[in-house]
């Protein structure tokens, strides 16, 4: 009975109370309870993941990357925090926990004059916010620093305090350092209990468990069990996909940074010795085949998520960076061996969907926010969420976990600026778009 993971328990091997159950075992969740535990020692953690492992969700499809340039101070000051824990697993994580980190930057590039426009004021506004790190670099430059972009590009961003890591080692890492926590694997069928409008513990499949309070972080998941107590959870959810390839062109390093390509922002980074990783966020809705109807976004997810592969997705994604990059058949990103041996994956973004801005008349339009819901849910005493981590809820995890520990343990937040995570925050300026379009227009 003193395992600290359980994999389809037997009712007498559920525990029967906890001071806190937080559903859902990915980053967001093992998070939570790592920074639960690390805040407050001694509390009774209880983790349920419905997978036979934890990261069973949006992890698995990710390019598992990190950077600090984000356009809004929450945001950029999240990663801060979550960036200083990858660099110090010793003090916040355990004694020899290895990450995997490697911070090779990322290169955020331009071809058109209108591209190097916009990746200059950025880095300005990025400077402004004490970002001063963060570099304009002009054609020339690039070339210098990287050959194979010689006269490729014509301008950059590049973020030196920025790349990537071990997700799965990250999330375990949580996992074992979260002290007085159990991790319940393969536990189906979770439904909060509420009485009274007070949380008082959740069912599962296997056994009840009560407690007098409950973190919802189950990602996609997170909808379902806001409505299995009559709640809307205000979060929708787009498919996103990847692909890994064993093939990378020469002079295309082992040790280059990220590259994020111009609109519609493709990016590529090397992975696993030869080989690059390709992400970008591509319209899904209009270019899927099958049967669901043409939306944009999505309530509720729909699996296996697998079905939101399509199957032209990497040779699109390597053809548009051909193009971008001026590649001529067979060169480059155009040499078919990228598409020999392509493991393809698909994921959830799970994005907030209260959030509005102003118009000029004083309606309010509705906008794509980059912010996660992490609060306390304000008519059900003893609930939080920790939801909507979008396309960064690997990087954003560990600061993530302080903010809802912060609010589950009544304690102050750990940064003034982290308050824009609240659910019912509409707007924050420059918290628009995606990978580098951040402004509202
Ligand atoms: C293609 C792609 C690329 C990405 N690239 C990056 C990147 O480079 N960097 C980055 O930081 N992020 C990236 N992300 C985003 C990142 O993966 C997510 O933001 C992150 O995984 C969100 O964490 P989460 O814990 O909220 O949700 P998830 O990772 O989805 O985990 C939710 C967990 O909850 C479990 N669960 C769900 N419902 C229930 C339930 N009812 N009961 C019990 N368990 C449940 C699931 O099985 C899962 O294990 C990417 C995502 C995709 C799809």
């Known amino acids: 009975m003193a395992e600290k993971f359980r994999s389809n328990p037997v009712p007498a091997d559920m525990p029967r109370t906890a001071d806190v159950v937080i559903i859902g075992g990915g980053p967001a969740g093992a998070a939570a309870a790592w920074a639960i535990d690390r805040a407050a020692p001694g509390t009774r953690i209880v983790v349920i993941e419905q997978s036979s492992q934890l990261a069973a969700g949006a992890s698995l499809a990710s390019l598992e990357n990190f950077r600090t340039c984000w356009a809004a101070p929450c945001l950029h000051r999240m990663m801060q925090r979550s960036i200083h824990i990858f660099?110090?697993?010793?003090?916040?994580?355990?004694?020899?926990?290895?990450?995997?980190?490697?911070?090779?930057?990322?290169?955020?590039?331009?071809?058109?004059?209108?591209?190097?426009?916009?990746?200059?004021?950025?880095?300005?506004?990025?400077?402004?916010?004490?970002?001063?790190?963060?570099?304009?670099?002009?054609?020339?430059?690039?070339?210098?620093?990287?050959?194979?972009?010689?006269?490729?590009?014509?301008?950059?961003?590049?973020?030196?305090?920025?790349?990537?890591?071990?997700?799965?080692?990250?999330?375990?890492?949580?996992?074992?350092?979260?002290?007085?926590?159990?991790?319940?694997?393969?536990?189906?069928?979770?439904?909060?209990?509420?009485?009274?409008?007070?949380?008082?513990?959740?069912?599962?499949?296997?056994?009840?468990i009560d407690a007098p309070k409950?973190?919802?972080?189950?990602?996609?998941?997170?909808?379902?069990?806001?409505?299995?107590?009559?709640?809307?959870?205000?979060?929708?959810?787009?498919?996103?996909?990847?692909?890994?390839?064993?093939?990378?062109?020469?002079?295309?390093?082992?040790?280059?940074?990220?590259?994020?390509?111009?609109?519609?922002?493709?990016?590529?980074?090397?992975?696993?010795?030869?080989?690059?990783?390709?992400?970008?966020?591509?319209?899904?809705?209009t270019h899927h085949t099958g049967d669901y109807p043409v939306r944009d976004k999505l309530e509720e997810p729909v699996y296996p998520v697998s079905q939101w592969k399509d199957p032209r997705f990497?040779?699109?994604?390597?053809?548009?960076?051909?193009?971008?990059?001026?590649?001529?058949?067979?060169?480059?990103?155009?040499?078919?061996?990228?598409?020999?041996?392509?493991?393809?994956?698909?994921?959830?973004?799970?994005?907030?969907?209260?959030?509005?801005?102003?118009?000029?008349?004083?309606?309010?339009?509705?906008?794509?926010?980059?912010?996660?819901?992490?609060?306390?849910w304000p008519e059900v005493e003893g609930l939080f969420v920790s939801v909507a981590h979008v396309g960064h809820g690997i990087m954003s995890a560990p600061a993530a976990g302080e903010i809802l520990a912060a609010h589950v343990l009544g304690q102050p937040l750990p940064d003034p600026a982290f308050a824009d995570f609240g659910l019912d925050v509409?707007?924050?300026?420059h918290d628009m778009g995606g990978l580098s379009d951040n402004k509202v227009k």
Not at 246 to 275: K, L, M, Q
Not at 336 to 346: I, N, S, T
Not at 426 to 429: D, R, S, T
């Open 314 to 376: 990497p040779s699109l994604t390597l053809g548009l960076m051909a193009r971008q990059f001026g590649y001529a058949p067979g060169e480059g990103f155009a040499d078919p061996r990228y598409l020999r041996g392509v493991d393809h994956r698909a994921g959830y973004y799970v994005y907030r969907d209260n959030a509005t801005y102003a118009l000029a008349d004083g309606t309010r339009q509705p906008y794509d926010s980059q912010r996660a819901i992490v609060d306390r």
């Open 87 to 208: 660099h110090h697993p010793d003090e916040f994580l355990g004694e020899g926990v290895k990450l995997g980190v490697k911070q090779q930057g990322y290169l955020f590039v331009g071809f058109k004059s209108a591209d190097a426009e916009r990746l200059r004021s950025d880095v300005e506004h990025l400077h402004r916010c004490g970002l001063t790190h963060v570099e304009y670099l002009d054609g020339d430059e690039v070339g210098r620093r990287y050959a194979w972009l010689k006269g490729r590009v014509l301008a950059a961003k590049y973020d030196p305090i920025a790349g990537w890591l071990d997700s799965n080692a990250l999330v375990y890492a949580f996992a074992r350092a979260a002290q007085n926590t159990v991790f319940l694997l393969d536990v189906r069928e979770t439904r909060i209990r509420v009485v009274g409008g007070r949380v008082v513990g959740v069912d599962t499949a296997n056994g009840a």
């Open 426 to 429: 509409p707007f924050v300026e």
């Open 214 to 285: 409950v973190v919802i972080a189950a990602g996609p998941g997170a909808r379902a069990l806001g409505r299995g107590i009559g709640i809307e959870i205000p979060v929708v959810v787009r498919p996103r996909q990847s692909f890994t390839t064993p093939y990378r062109h020469a002079g295309f390093e082992e040790d280059s940074p990220c590259i994020i390509s111009a609109a519609p922002f493709p990016h590529v980074r090397p992975e696993a010795g030869t080989g690059a990783i390709f992400a970008y966020e591509y319209r899904w809705n």
